[in-house]
Nanobody, 120 residues
C-alpha cells in the first residue's frame, strides 16, 4: 500500500528554521509533481511550494525567498527547507504527490500532515 510519510515539524521561534521531509513508499512506477500544502486553523488548505519531476520549483508569494523545495528522486523524497519563519507560517503541513502506481495510472496521494508552530 502506497504511503507518504512526513517528518520534521515542530515548534520554533520566529526567525528560525525547520526542514520538512516526505517520503513515498510502496509500489511506485514513477512520481510526477510533488508539493507541500499547509492549513492554518480555521483557514483553507493552500499550496506553499511544488516541484516538477525535472526539478522546476514553484513558490507561493508568501514564502518566496524564505522556503526552498527540493526532491531526491532516488529516494522518492521531497523536502521543504524553511528559513526566516514567521508566526503566519504556523499550520499543518501536508505533502502531496502525483504517483504512478500502475503503468498507465497516476493518482494523487497525501501525507498525514505535520504540525509547524512558529512562536513570537
Amino acid at each position: 500500500q502506497l504511503q507518504l510519510v512526513e517528518s520534521g515539524g515542530g515548534l520554533v521561534q520566529a526567525g528560525g528554521s525547520l526542514r520538512l521531509s516526505c517520503s513515498a513508499s510502496g509500489i511506485i512506477f514513477g512520481i510526477n509533481a510533488m508539493a507541500w500544502y499547509r492549513q492554518a486553523l480555521g483557514k483553507q488548505r493552500e499550496l506553499v511550494a511544488a516541484i516538477t519531476s525535472g526539478g522546476s520549483p514553484y513558490y507561493a508569494d508568501s514564502v518566496k525567498g524564505r522556503f526552498t523545495i527540493s526532491r531526491d528522486n532516488a529516494k522518492n523524497t521531497v523536502y521543504l527547507q524553511m528559513h526566516s519563519l514567521k508566526t503566519e507560517d504556523t499550520g499543518v503541513y501536508y505533502c502531496n504527490a502525483r504517483i504512478r502506481t500502475m503503468p498507465t495510472i497516476d493518482s494523487d496521494y497525501w501525507g498525514q500532515g505535520t504540525q509547524v508552530t512558529v512562536s513570537s
